[in-house]
């Protein structure tokens, strides 16, 4: 009977993943098609996708913000303490196994048994022994809470990647920011060397009497508009680098990015693309929303299985005696076994509400 009990089906909901889009691009009518970008199912960079990148400089960077960031190292902690969740969840529905030792000091008054004019002695009590327990969980609510602890775990984990693509993006992004900044500064400084020349030119004329004295002004109006846009990508490389910085888990005053230049990356020809419906089973937000989903559902079963009866088997052995010396004779031994039945009757709808907020959870995470 109560190996059969123990094999009743788990109530409540079983999950569903959502339905993927079906979409078949991410233009809009009328958009056009990006020239460079190949639609291919499944085809993306994994991994070490800056590797594509070919910058020793850059790999260094990512490596080094990897281990530092302080953000990523988070992320992998909260991992960590979902995982010991899922243990603990799967713990509680193991055989418990405890041992006690009891030591009772205690005076019996025989007045109030109806005798009086005796003596009331101390007496001392001694017990030592195991206590085994073991919950059948009839409904499945513990098997429920493994589920969404493991659930649980996927979110954790799921968040984890995403600070991992989060911090690995932005590291690459600053860094080709920097390089493109040193690009236009030196385009900037080249049109600046081409106005001192120019300016040079005609103050030559000048002198030798071929140009009128006011030619050389526009140069040097231009001259100075040049000039003008030095410090704009100053600024911006400085931000750039302040970025990478942070981003390195250092403050910009302790740390100096590379000197990236353009010439240091492999520009890829194409950039693949996934289908709609299979980008959803990509990206880590969007899978951390689906497991988080996942474990409302199997909180919805373990809310529903407390409103069900369930079975504890507890059992104790002991031995008991009046001094240390008579813990261990024959007669000493002490046990207990038996079933434990909870049933619940009546909690003022405490139960019920525990499952219409779990339900009204899942809904709003859906």
Known sequence: MVLALSGCATVGPTFAPPAPPTGQSYAAAGDATPVKAVLTPGG????????????????????????????????????????????????????NITG????????????????SG??????????????V??????????????E???????????RADAAYLALTGNVALQAVKIATVRAQTEIVRAVVADDLQTIDVVRRAEDAGGAAPSAGLGGALQLEEDKALLPPLAQQEALARHALAILMGDAPSDWASPDFRLDDFIRPTAVPVDLPSALVRRRPDILAAEAQLH??????????????????????????????????GFDASAYSFGP???????????????????????RADL
């Open 44 to 95: 993306r960079p994994n991994g070490l996708w800056w590797n594509a990148f070919g910058s020793k400089s850059l790999n260094s960077v990512i490596d080094r913000a990897l281990a530092r960031n302080q953000t990523v190292a988070a992320a992998v902690a909260v991992m960590d303490k979902a995982r010991a969740e899922v243990e603990r969840q799967r713990g509680v529905l193991k055989p």
């Open 340 to 362: 434990t039945l909870t049933l619940p009757i009546f909690d003022g709808g405490a139960l019920r509400a525990d499952r219409r907020a779990a339900e009204a959870q899942a």
């Open 100 to 115: 006690s030792a009891v030591y009772q000091r205690q005076r019996i008054n025989p007045a109030a048994f109806g005798f």
């Open 295 to 328: 474990a409302d559902t199997a909180l919805i079963g373990a809310a529903t299985a407390r409103l069900y009866p369930d079975i504890r088997l507890t059992g104790s052995f002991s031995q008991e005696g009046l001094t240390p010396g008579s813990l261990f």
């Open 133 to 146: 327990s073991y919950d059948l969980d009839l409904a499945g609510g513990g098997r429920r809470r493994v």
């Open 148 to 158: 969404a602890a493991l659930a649980a775990e996927e979110v954790q984990a799921r």
């Open 118 to 131: 005796f003596p009331s002695p101390t007496l001392n009590f001694f017990s030592i022994g195991p206590n």
